[in-house]
């Protein structure tokens, strides 16, 4: 069946490393997005990809980076991490073909926990 | 950008009683509006949606209406079960209809 993972599930780091969470999806869905979840702030848009080589800022996006090199992948990287980067990030996709004339079902991943120490 | 307003943040009903979370949403041009339940360790997945051109859609126990004029959408869930406890968070779509703004969320308790 197809479906959208993440790996890993949970993460430890130290402050100042650098980090790649993953997120691969085999629905061949053209949108990917990234999103933390904190506690007091729902989901919050980081980054996001509406093709491939086509990424863009979201809310939050200060010390993260995505690259998009294929449909399936959008690889979440902190350069540096900071304690504040500690949180729950959750991966998503859609079909909907950019500019859509109406917006479409995203389908979340099943999260990786973040710990900055 | 698209700004998205949800009431209350908690609520807490007896099973068997409707329950009713608010959202209130800021661009007009918006047409696309999702609902998401979230258990405690889970992905947030969809339990219904409803589009600009539609004021109500039913499924089952739950339903969802939209008031375009003002800006405002509501999830209203009729005979409550414990399992029906979770975090809800309504959504909006920006011009393209892709990028989905959440709302701050909402705790529902069930009470047996």
């Known amino acids: 069946d197809a479906e959208i993972t993440q790996s890993p599930r949970h993460k430890i780091t130290e402050t100042g490393r650098q980090v790649t969470l993953a997120c691969h999806q085999t629905?061949?869905?053209?949108?990917m997005f990234w999103y933390r979840q904190d506690l007091g702030h729902g989901l919050r848009l980081i980054h996001y990809s509406y093709g491939v080589q086509d990424t863009n800022k979201g809310e939050v996006s200060d010390g993260y980076s995505v690259s998009r090199s294929n449909t399936e992948d959008l690889p979440l990287t902190l350069e540096s991490a900071a304690s504040s980067q500690t949180s729950v990030y959750f991966c998503?996709?859609?079909?909907?073909?950019?500019?859509?004339?109406?917006?479409?079902?995203?389908?979340f991943g099943p999260g990786t926990r973040l710990t900055v120490l | 950008g698209e700004n998205v307003e949800q009431h209350p943040s908690t609520l807490s009903v007896q099973e068997g009683d409707s329950a009713v979370i608010k959202c209130t949403y800021s661009d007009s041009a918006s047409n696309y509006f999702p609902w998401y339940k979230q258990e405690l360790g889970k992905r947030p997945q969809l339990i219904i949606d409803i589009r600009s051109n539609v004021g109500e859609k039913k499924d089952q126990r739950i339903a969802v209406t939209l008031n375009k004029t003002a800006k405002h959408f509501s999830l209203h869930i009729t005979e409550t079960q414990p399992e029906d406890s979770a975090v809800y968070f309504c959504?909006?779509?920006?011009?393209?209809?892709?990028?989905?703004?959440f709302g701050g969320g909402t705790r529902l308790m069930v009470k047996p």
């Open positions: 959504a909006a779509t920006e011009w393209t209809g892709n990028m989905l703004t």
């Open positions: 629905w061949n869905h053209n949108n």
């Open positions: 998503a996709s859609s079909d909907n073909p950019f500019p859509g004339p109406v917006g479409d079902t995203q389908y």
